[in-house]
């Protein structure tokens, strides 16, 4: 079973590599989108063979690369076919300040410019290249004017650059570019509603040194957090502490060790969102006295005990306050699955829960996939098999899609 989810499956990616010092990690980027199913096509510019040589750009997309302003397609799988005819997503990457005033400027002097000219897909510009050339007025104006003519574009990273310099010039990670590229493709059906996740696992102090924690790793919350905001979602996440990557730039993050702090953030933030899902695991106790100073070892007994307190119930409590939000949680059960998730769904006044069988392998806590029931209030059930947890969320998200629709036929019906 294959269990990759992306937009980028079967689809003909074009990408322009221009001459910056970025240009080799393209090939990196040709590796990931081939791994996820595209088919990708190279043109370079003069300048890129500079940097890095078109074998290995053809090596690793399997396509003759394209270089020669009036080149033909000799040989290649699409014969003469104009390659902007086949693309369904054009990316520049690196685009250096020198392609970005081409472009603006209406100069079509080889096959990478003729061909932005001529393309109608969209085109993505993910610039690289030194601070103070980025910050200049010349190429704000032009990256202004291409905006202005519909292009995409990403911001560059800031740190360390090729050059020596420290600042903002660097190519965004290839995590962050695939990211960009699966959301030029994805209908933007969650506009206008502002949606707020929690994930990961909360942490209770016992000492300075000790913690009570769980297994989460977050990985389920913020698969939900990034595909609502593929969609098209404002998301705000609320998160314990992780060891992954933050899933976009573009998303609020608040971060947060306890289960009070979750919940005090949980009440900050919800009264401006439409929908909240509470992928998070929550420690249900607390230590009643937290030590602010190491536990010893020595002069205490071989035991000890550590006295334990009810941590508040923020799904609970956000079930009594929801109003017309939807409201999802997650249960995650070890046995009697089916029941036990439905009842929280009862007691917790929720419009979904996500059941979770946190007792079988390769999936839960800690996993790149999950497989979950979803139920309603009605009892109504739906089984999304193992999956990958970005499928998983965007079959939560539809599910969330569902009830909003309904909600709206009911008002419509009404008046
Ligand atoms: O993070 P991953 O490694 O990707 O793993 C994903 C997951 C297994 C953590 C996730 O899919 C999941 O099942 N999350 C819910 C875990 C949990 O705490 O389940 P629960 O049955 O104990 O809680 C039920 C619901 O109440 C949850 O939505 C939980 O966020 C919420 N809760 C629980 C306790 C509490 N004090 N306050 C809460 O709001």
Not at 113 to 119: C, D, F, R, S, Y
Not at 125 to 138: A, D
Not at 229 to 255: F, H, M, N
């Amino acid at each position: 079973m294959d269990k990759e989810f992306s937009m980028l499956r079967n689809k003909e990616i074009v990408i322009g590599v221009t001459g910056g010092i970025a240009a080799y990690k393209t090939a990196e980027l040709v590796r990931a989108l081939t791994k996820k199913g595209a088919s990708v096509h190279i043109v370079m510019t003069k300048n890129a063979m500079e940097f890095i040589t078109p074998l290995t750009f053809q090596t690793l997309s399997g396509h003759p690369v394209i270089h020669e302003t009036f080149e033909l397609f000799a040989g290649s799988k699409i014969g003469h076919v104009a390659l902007s005819d086949i693309a369904d997503q054009m990316v520049i990457v690196p685009a250096t300040a020198n392609i970005i005033g081409k472009i603006a400027n209406g100069i079509a002097d080889d096959f990478l410019t003729t061909m932005v000219m001529a393309t109608t897909v969209p085109i993505l510009f993910v610039p690289s290249m030194n601070t103070k050339m980025w910050e200049s007025r010349i190429v704000q104006e032009n990256l202004q004017r291409l905006k202005e003519a519909g292009y995409d574009f990403m911001e560059p990273g800031i740190g360390d650059l090729a050059c020596g310099a420290e600042g903002k010039g660097r190519l965004p990670t290839i995590e962050e570019i695939l990211e960009k590229m699966e959301d030029i493709f994805t209908e933007k059906d969650l506009i206008g509603e502002r949606i707020l996740v929690t994930a990961g696992p909360t942490t209770e102090f016992i000492d300075p040194v000790r913690c009570i924690t769980n297994r989460s790793s977050g990985k389920m919350g913020y698969a939900i957090a990034k595909i609502a905001r593929r969609r098209g979602a404002d998301v705000i996440l609320i998160t314990g502490k992780t060891y992954i990557e933050l899933p976009r730039r573009d998303i609020t993050i608040v971060e947060i060790n306890t289960a009070h702090e979750m919940r005090n953030a949980v009440m900050e933030h919800y009264k401006n969102c439409s929908v909240i899902i509470k992928a998070a695991a929550v420690a249900d106790f607390k230590c009643k006295n937290e030590n602010y100073q190491k536990i010893k070892k020595h002069g205490t007994n071989s035991i000890l005990s550590i006295e334990l307190e009810r941590n508040p119930d923020i799904l609970a409590e956000l079930g009594r306050l929801k109003g017309h939000r939807i409201l999802i949680g997650f249960a995650a059960e070890t046995d009697n699955i089916m029941e036990h998730a439905y009842e929280k769904l009862k007691q917790k006044n929720l419009d979904l829960i996500v059941a979770n069988n946190i007792a079988k392998q390769g999936i839960g806590f800690g996993s790149d996939n999950n497989e979950v029931s979803i139920i309603d209030p009605k009892g109504n059930t739906k089984h999304v098999p193992i999956l990958s947890k970005d499928e998983v969320a965007n079959i939560i998200l539809d599910s969330v899609k569902k009830v909003m629709k309904k909600r709206q036929r009911l008002k419509e019906d009404w008046y």
